[in-house]
Structure formats: C-alpha cells, structure tokens
C-alpha cells in the first residue's frame, strides 16, 4: 500500500517550459487535490477533484490545469512555467466525505529559473 | 486576505512541558478544523480534528480547543516530546458544501528541547 505518490520529487524548468506533476494514490480515494506550499503562506490549493471527470478550481489555479480520468491519476499541469511557480507542491486524497481523512504525498520540489 | 491565521512563526518548549499553538480564523462559514504536523522533505500528516460542534476534541497527548465567539482555535501537546519538533499546520473547512477544501494557515514551527 504506497498512498499517495508523487513523481518527480525535483525539477528544474526554464521558464516558458511545460511539464506535468504526477499523483497517484492507490486507496480508491474518491477526493484529490494539489496545493502548493510558499514560505510564509502555508499551503494553497490549486485544484481539487471529487471524483473521475469532475474537476474545480481552487484558491490559486492560474497557469495550472488538470484533468482526473481515473480515480487513481490527478496529474497537474504547469502550461508555461514562470519564476512565480517555484514552490513545493503536494497532492492529496481523501476517502471521507469530510477533510479529516486527507493523505498528502511526500511533495515535488519545483524551481522555474 | 488571509482566512486563517497562525500569528507565531515559532514556539520553543521544553521536553516534558505544554505546548500551545494558536491559530485564528475570520470565515464564519468554516465549520470543521484541523490540524497538520509536517517533518522536512515530508507531506503533512493529520494530526486531530473538531467540529463547530464542538469545543473541545482529545486524543492522547494532543487536545483542540475551539472557542466560536472568538474565531480562535488552539492545539495543546501534552507533554511535548523531542519528536513534536515539527511544523505545525491548522486548516479549516466549510465541510458541507466544499467537499473537503481546505483553508491552511501560515504554519508554526515547534521545537521542543531536551
């Protein structure tokens, strides 16, 4: 039982590079979600999924998409990288209709230069 | 804007003493809080819960204080131990209609000495 997945753990993109965080969860979790974390600022969400083709925009969505056509994948795209998304990013899931049973992966280092 | 609010970006206890971390909110449609611990080069790991229901929830040493009227939760650690030394995240929840999005706070950082 690996939980919650995240590959690449670092990357470096150039700016104006695309490229996809992967997350996998292996616990039928009906919920995901992406948040990245900022010095000083905690952890924002990005976006969230409730289910296999049901996606919604978080608190800060702007230059990331996703699309969720398994329950297990929620990748999380980075369309044109930009200094303003270096950060740390962390998928999550949940099996509960409430938020106390949320999972987060180990997080991908990102740094756009 | 930030919603939720944790004002002290570190709190150093000694082993065996209280902890207490506070954190704020300004929502009144959050009704469900919790509370993360993160290690380095880790994800967040969910520590406890409460309701708006509720004004106190415990589990071993870790015990959730709500306090409604004044938007203000706290987390007492106790006794604090060397392995506490975490960062610690609140977050909370309008868990009704938000199917589990969550509002975290800045964090605190523990250290807690031996």
């Known amino acids: 039982n690996a939980g919650v997945t995240q590959t690449p753990k670092f990357q470096v993109l150039k700016t104006g590079q695309s490229m996809t965080l992967q997350c996998a969860q292996d616990?039928?979790?009906?919920?995901m979600s992406w948040y990245r974390q900022d010095p000083g600022m905690g952890l924002r969400l990005i976006h969230y999924s409730v289910g296999a083709g049901i996606t919604d925009q978080g608190e800060v969505p702007n230059g990331y998409n996703v699309s969720r056509s398994t329950t297990e994948d929620f990748p999380l795209r980075l369309l044109s990288a930009a200094p303003s998304q270096t950060s740390v990013y962390f998928c999550a899931s949940s099996y509960h209709t409430g938020p106390g049973g949320y999972t987060f992966g180990s997080g991908t280092r990102l740094t756009v230069v | 804007d930030q919603q939720v609010k944790q004002n002290s970006p570190s709190l150093s206890v000694q082993e065996g003493r209280i902890s207490i971390l506070n954190c704020d909110y300004t929502?009144?449609?959050?009704?469900?809080f919790l509370w993360y611990k993160k290690y380095p080069a880790e994800g967040p790991t969910f520590l406890i819960s409460?309701?708006?229901?509720?004004d106190k929830n415990e589990d071993g040493r870790f015990t959730v204080f709500l306090n409604k009227s004044a938007k203000h939760l706290s987390l007492h650690i106790v006794p604090s131990q060397p392995g506490d030394s975490a960062v610690y995240f609140c977050a909370a929840s309008s868990g009704s209609t938000s199917y589990g999005k969550l509002t975290f706070g800045q964090g605190t950082i523990l250290t807690v000495h031996p």
């Open positions: 616990m039928n979790h009906e919920y």
């Open positions: 409460i309701s708006s229901i509720k």
């Open positions: 929502n009144s449609m959050f009704d469900y």
